[in-house]
């Protein structure tokens, strides 16, 4: 594989998936960046497999390697017989397994990735709070405005008229009998 300089965390943010809760990178992913092969990549894993508890790594289902299949553009991982997640910490750990000027650079560019993405998830958060705030506030203003509306169509409506007594004369119908 040729070697590149440095990684965008733009093209990285790309690589990390959502997959039970977690946020994660794969292992063919990670090669790429780290400029392995998968199989020599894993087999640094395997080596050191103590480092890697199941909230580091973990290896994908069938189906979820068919579900992410429909996500992701290479369609070689569908029929790839197991694939690796890694979460941050994992990927943190992959720098020291695979000890490398090259896999620590692009391990401080994944961090960042990651950083950036809470970061967004953070603001976003953030951001539909107030939202869920000002609409909420405008409920409450659409109440009051509709008040004010029916207070002035009744001050504008004619008043009813009252039943009064008949002014002038009026016979008595008693009065011939």
Known sequence: MRQKKSVAVEVIERKIFIIRGYRVM???DLAELYGVETRVLNQAVRRNIDRFPNDFMFALSREEILNLSQIVISSKIKHAPNVFAFTEQGVSMLSSVLNSKRAVQVNIQIMRAFVRLRQLLLMNKELAYKLSELERKIETHDTEIQAIFEAIRKLMAP????????IGFKPDPNWNK
């Open 26 to 28: 794969l292992d063919r």
């Open 159 to 166: 008043a009813p008229l009252k039943h009064k007594p008949q």
